[in-house]
């Protein structure tokens, strides 16, 4: 075994992420449960689960209150399944932040997408915590004595299309937000300088009005009318130009894999995704 000076054994690798494996990757986003029931995460898993890399499970999705992403996340790996827990500063103060490091370490659940979170449904936004803040925190209390002979927290968080990266470069991967100009998201990829990986996002559009209630409420995303229009006429579009975009990212040759929201359309995106594989 290698040793350092000092004569003391080399502490061993840290394990392989399934991050780190080689090959395109497609994170699926699962729709969380609103009630005291895991039936509906575990059909999406059991649909999914056979064309896609890994999920990402919501935290308080749009702001309401969901089951836990961390207990949610253990279910997923029970079944086989590869989660990412995604955990939003809205709605927590310091202790909660590490009550949930606890259980995800006694869980088994290591990856986490840090998030702002949307603004609450109800009640007002806890105000002890930033994403940047979650970082360090795991950086800290997170890599101490506690959780030695646990394996380390892989923490990822989201980016903007043509903004600089400044501490979120601190993160081992990012989500990007998603956006219909493919040339700006590559573009904006290559100019960046992050080491780690990096995920674009990509949305099922199930209808017109999904997507104009998109265009109100993030108007960063900027689905063009066109596009509108088109699955106004036919809602399959939708699942069309999300696998076109799929494809796009790929070919690129600068992302990682893609952060799909496929929404209430899981069905139909396994199908697909089966046949692009």
Known sequence: MPTDDTGVPDPPPPPQSFLDRDGFKILCEIEPSWRPDIAHVRNQIHVLGPVVDGFLIPDNHLGRATMSSVAVAHEVSYMGGLPIACINARDRNLLGFRRDLLTAAAYGVDHFLF?????????????????????????????????????????GTTARVGRALTWRARADF?????????????????????????????????SARMAQRINATIPEIRIPQRL?????????????????????????????????VPVARYREMATRLGSLR
């Open 228 to 260: 509108i229009d088109q699955i106004d006429e036919d809602p399959q579009v939708g699942i069309d130009l999300a696998c076109e975009q799929v494809e796009m990212i790929k070919a690129s040759g600068v992302f990682d894999g893609v952060h799909l």
């Open 115 to 155: 998030v702002y979170g949307d603004a609450p449904k109800e009640g007002r936004r806890a105000e002890d915590l930033t994403v940047r803040g979650m970082i360090e925190e795991v950086h800290s209390f997170g890599s101490g004595p506690l959780f030695q002979g646990f394996p380390s927290f892989r923490i």
């Open 174 to 206: 990012l989500f990007v937000q998603i956006t219909y100009n493919v040339d700006r998201l590559v573009e904006w990829r290559r100019s960046i300088a992050f080491e780690g990986r990096v995920y674009a996002g990509v949305i099922v559009l199930a």
